[in-house]
């Protein structure tokens, strides 16, 4: 199993990034994915899902701000940041979920990356 994050990199409050995730070693289409992510000192946290219908679920701290999709023809799900606060910074990683969505399937962590936000 292979997953690899891209596309963070260090923006002022307000501003947007658009994080990818490249999957590889599992059948992407039957999982719903997520993205995790953990802050310095903090342990990983999952705050967005698509599954396999493409219906989504955010964590409160990023609703309304954060979009996830997914393309199944390129095992890749995608994470738009809006309207970026200080406390989003943090090393992102996507995982396949588990069966009640709530935890990584996988035990491995991949390739993160980071996304700092400050003035």
């Known amino acids: 199993v292979q997953l690899q994050a891209s596309g963070g990199g260090l923006v002022q409050p307000g501003e947007s990034l658009r994080l990818t995730c490249e999957a590889s070693g599992i059948t992407f289409s039957i999982y719903s994915m997520g993205w995790f992510r953990q802050a310095q000192g903090k342990r990983h946290e999952l705050i967005a899902v698509v599954n396999r219908d493409e219906s989504t679920n955010y964590h409160e701290s990023v609703r309304g701000r954060f979009i996830i999709s997914r393309v199944n023809a390129k095992n890749t799900v995608y994470l738009q940041m809006n309207s970026l606060k200080f406390e989003d910074t943090a090393v992102y990683y996507c995982?396949?979920?588990?069966?009640?969505?709530?935890?990584?399937?996988?035990?491995?962590w991949g390739r993160g990356t980071q996304v700092t936000v400050s003035s």
């Open positions: 995982n396949a979920l588990d069966t009640a969505g709530t935890d990584r399937a996988y035990n491995v």
